[in-house]
């Protein structure tokens, strides 16, 4: 299950690239529309920006816009950025890897497998652009 920052910042990241009219927008009109409470909104924009997926425009007519072209924008980049591994465990993860302690053999360990399996089956999905989730 991802959790409810990442499932806050796809909302974010959706909101603002199926807006371009409403661009820049404020943190509060994002919060409103998407029923995030803006606090929390906040720092999920402040890690966005970081990662330069969003950029903020300062003054009174300020706000934020997509830091980089859409198409270079994928779910799975965003859970990375907010949550961490998309993996279910440590041990299939490809940039987070760590092996499991209780494990004696990952090369027979059939939950490894199976994980690995679905990671393997997820990804591609997680990974394609934002645009294609009309």
Do not use: W
């Not at 910042?9 to 995030?36: G, Q, R, V, W, Y």
């Not at 980089?68 to 924008?73: A, C, F, H, R, S």
């Not at 440590?90 to 990952?106: F, L, N």
Request: glycine share 4%; charged share 30%.
């Amino acid at each position: 299950m991802i959790s409810k920052r990442a499932k806050y910042a796809i909302k974010t990241i959706l909101f603002i690239n199926d807006h371009p009219e409403l661009a820049p927008m404020s943190a509060k009109l994002i919060s409103e529309k998407e029923h995030i409470p803006y606090k929390f909104l906040e720092n999920i924009l402040r890690d966005l920006k970081s990662h330069q997926l969003v950029k903020s425009v300062r003054g009174a007519e300020g706000g934020y816009t997509l830091g980089k072209d859409p198409e270079g924008i994928s779910i799975a980049q965003i859970m990375r950025i907010v949550d961490g591994p998309i993996a279910l465990i440590p041990c299939v993860s490809e940039r987070y890897y760590e092996p499991c302690s209780e494990c004696e053999d990952e090369e027979t360990c059939r939950i490894r497998k199976l994980f690995n399996e679905l990671r393997t089956e997820m990804l591609p999905v997680l990974e394609r652009s934002i645009t294609t989730l009309k």
